[in-house]
C-alpha cells in the first residue's frame, strides 16, 4: 500500500501484526488517535478504506457489504476507523466465516464503542475470527533514541553483558518527554514539540470527549479532571482524590452526582485509549494481606500529562521533582510497549504497612517476572538497590531479575554485590 508518501518507522507491533493475519481472519488495532495505527496498517494491507470519507460512511450505512473488495489480491483490506460505522463489525465477522482464506482485513479504531452502542450494535464479540491488539505511542527504541543494548530478553536469560552506550544528557531526556512517542512529532524542531501534545488535549475538550455521544459534557470539569490526573501521574490515587480536586459539594446528593461524573469522564478518557491502569502485583509476597491493590494512573503518554500543566523541558530541568514524575511516566510507557511485545504485563507493587514499594513488576508469559526501580539521576542507585534488595528478602519466589532504569548513564552495569542491572532508559529494548 501507499504509505501516503510518508517514511515509515518500523514499529514494535509489526510483527504481532504479521502473526495475526497468518491465524485469523481480521484484526483490530485499537489505541489513542496520532499514534501510528492508520500509517502500520496501510504498511501491512493492499487496499483501504477511509471511514472518516462521508461517502464511504454512507455507503457503509445503507449497504455495509458495499466497502468490500471481492479480489483475495487486494487482501488484507484496511477499514479505518470502523467504529464509525459499527455495524461494520459483524458484518465483518461473517466475510470472515465465509472466507476461506485467513487475514482478510485489519480494522483499526481510536474510540471503543460506549457500553450502550456496542449491545444495540454489536451482535458477537467476533472470538476466533477478530482478534484485537493494543497499539501505544512509540517507545525509544522505536523512534531510534534507544540504542537496544540492554534487552529485557537478555536479562532474563541471563545473557545481558555490560558495556558502554551513548552518552545522554538530561535536557534530552526532558525532550523525549514533552515530544512524546506521537510519530508526527519526532522530527519537529525541538523548540516546537510541544505544539502536537497540547493540540491533542485542545482536541479531547473540543470534540473528542462529546464524541458518539448526544450528551454534552462539561468542558471545564474535564479540563479540571486531566490536570488533576497529571498532577496524580504515576499516582496510586483513588476517585476520591479527584473528586476534591474538581468538585464542590455542600450534602449527599450532590456528593452522589459528582462521583457518577468523575467515573463518567474517566470512562470517556478510558475509551478513547488516554489513560492507563497500572494493577497491582501481589503475587507470592510473605504478607499478601499488607500489599496494596490500587492502581497506579498513567497517561497513555508523559507528553499529556506535561501538556496539561503547561510544562516544558526548560520547567523540568527547573523542578527535578516534577521530572522525577515525568521520568518515571515515560520508563513505564516504553516498559508497557516492551512488555506487550513480548506477551507480559506490567504491575508495581506497594506494602501498606512498611511503605515498601517498587515503581514496576515485569511479568512475562513464562510466568516469570522482573523486579525495576526507575531513577531519574543516577545518584539515586544506591538507594534504589537497597529497595530492590529488601523486596527480594521478602519475596517467596524469588524475581528473574532485577534492574534499575535511569535517566543520565552512559553505560550498562550489573552490580557485583546483588547482581542487579543499571541501565539507562536510551539503551533499552525488548
Known sequence: ???????????????????????????????????????????????????????????????????????IAERPQLIDEWNLVPKIWDAVRR????????????????????????????????????????????SLFESNDSTGKASLTNMLNGTQESMNNKNIELVDIARFIIRGGWPENILVAKEKIGIIPKSY????????????????????????????LARNETSIVGNKTLLKDIFEYENGEQLLSSRDTVTEYLDVLDRLHLIENQEAYSENYRSKER????????????????????LTSDKLMKDLKTFGFMFESLVERDLRIYMDYLDGNVYHFRDNISGLEVDSI????????????????????EEAIATLSKFYENMIKKPKFMCVIVGKCNSILKDP?????????TALKP
Request: charged share 30%; net charge positive; proline share 3%.
Open 1 to 71: 500500500m501507499d504509505l501516503q508518501g510518508k517514511k515509515y518507522l518500523p514499529r514494535l507491533i509489526d510483527q504481532k501484526i504479521e502473526d495475526y493475519l497468518s491465524i485469523f481472519g481480521a484484526i483490530s488495532i485499537e489505541g489513542p488517535k496520532w499514534c501510528g495505527k492508520t500509517l502500520t496498517s496501510l504498511k501491512h494491507s493492499k487496499s483501504a478504506t477511509f471511514m472518516d470519507d462521508d461517502n464511504n460512511k454512507e455507503m457503509a450505512s445503507l449497504d455495509v457489504k458495499s466497502i468490500f473488495t471481492s479480489e
Open 95 to 138: 466475510e470472515c466465516d465465509k472466507s476461506p482464506t485467513k487475514g482478510n482485513f485489519i480494522l483499526t479504531g481510536s474510540t471503543t464503542l460506549a457500553s450502550d452502542i456496542r449491545k444495540e450494535k454489536i451482535y458477537h464479540s467476533g472470538v476466533g475470527r477478530i482478534i484485537r491488539v493494543k497499539m501505544y505511542t512509540m
Open 201 to 228: 488535549i485542545d482536541s479531547i475538550l473540543n470534540i473528542d470527549m462529546n464524541e458518539e455521544s448526544e450528551k454534552r459534557r462539561d468542558k471545564n470539569k474535564m479540563t479540571m479532571l486531566l490536570r488533576s
Open 291 to 310: 500489599v496494596g491493590k490500587s492502581p497506579k494512573r498513567h497517561f497513555t503518554d508523559p507528553s499529556l500529562a506535561c501538556a496539561c500543566l503547561n
Open 362 to 381: 515485569l511479568e512475562f508469559s513464562d510466568g516469570e517476572y522482573a523486579a525495576v526501580e526507575i531513577k531519574l539521576g543516577y545518584n539515586q542507585v
Open 417 to 425: 554485590t546483588t547482581g542487579i542491572y543499571i541501565v539507562p532508559i
